[in-house]
């Protein structure tokens, strides 16, 4: 069965620097999705990932998919306090519609 | 146009009741998907529906069960609600097979 591992869970930065969260999945899939959400709110599609070596960048957010290794990053470039929220990747298992979520990585940007 | 819509907002029920939540899929979409979020976690699929039938399950009791109708909304049932049950309920919405879901904003059930 499909697992998605997601690290680090908590993160903590400063406004200005950089820095990538992990997500790591353990058995092949041709996709992945990933979310944001604010506290009390539902998730908001950031990226769609569809094939080995997909790179998708949007402000200060980019992400990266490699399908060998079973990992995609997001990469966050110049912190702002708006990034503050929990990033959840998420994949479809097994050709299947039903998406598995990693635990979430919540981020706090800290002036 | 509107996206995914879900009602009630928030829901406080006793345990041993039960709770009906309600979707209504974003327009063109004909594909509903329910998952339940519990605090600081990720959300967990529990069942899909497409022309009005259950085509794929999670790993949730029968106590919990669904419906969609002709218009393609959609209704999550929850019998003898449990402490448990307490968790964020979202509703996502898809166009046929196998594409992207858009997630409404959830229905917050507290069960005391």
């Known amino acids: 069965e499909l697992k998605v591992e997601q690290n680090p869970l908590f993160l903590s930065m400063q406004e200005g620097k950089n820095y990538t969260i992990y997500c790591n999945y353990s058995?092949?899939?041709?996709?992945l999705y990933w979310y944001r959400q604010d506290p009390g709110k539902s998730l908001e599609s950031l990226f769609v990932?569809?094939?080995?070596?997909a790179v998708k960048q949007e402000g200060r957010l980019m992400a990266s998919l490699d399908t060998k290794a079973r990992l995609s990053t997001l990469h966050i470039t110049a912190a702002v306090h708006d990034l503050s929220a929990t990033y959840f990747c998420?994949?479809?298992?097994?050709?299947?519609?039903?998406?598995?979520f990693g635990k979430g990585t919540k981020l706090t940007v800290n002036p | 146009d509107a996206g995914v819509t879900q009602s009630p907002t928030h829901l406080i029920k006793t345990r041993g009741q039960q709770v009906t939540l309600r979707c209504s899929p974003k327009?063109?979409?004909?594909?509903v998907s329910w998952y339940q979020q519990a605090l600081g976690q990720g959300p967990q699929f529990i069942f899909q529906?497409?022309?009005?039938?259950?085509?794929q399950r999670g790993n949730f009791p029968d106590r919990f069960s669904g419906h969609q109708f002709p218009n393609y909304s959609s209704e999550l049932n929850v019998n003898a609600l449990l402490l448990g049950d307490s968790a964020l309920y979202l509703c996502?919405?898809?166009?046929?097979?196998?594409?992207?879901?858009?997630f409404g904003p959830g229905t917050r059930l507290t069960v005391l």
């Open positions: 996502a919405s898809s166009p046929g097979h196998y594409n992207e879901q858009f």
């Open positions: 990932l569809l094939s080995n070596g």
């Open positions: 529906y497409y022309e009005e039938e259950e085509r």
């Open positions: 058995t092949t899939s041709d996709r």
């Open positions: 998420a994949c479809p298992q097994g050709g299947s519609e039903k998406l598995v």
């Open positions: 327009s063109g979409h004909d594909t």
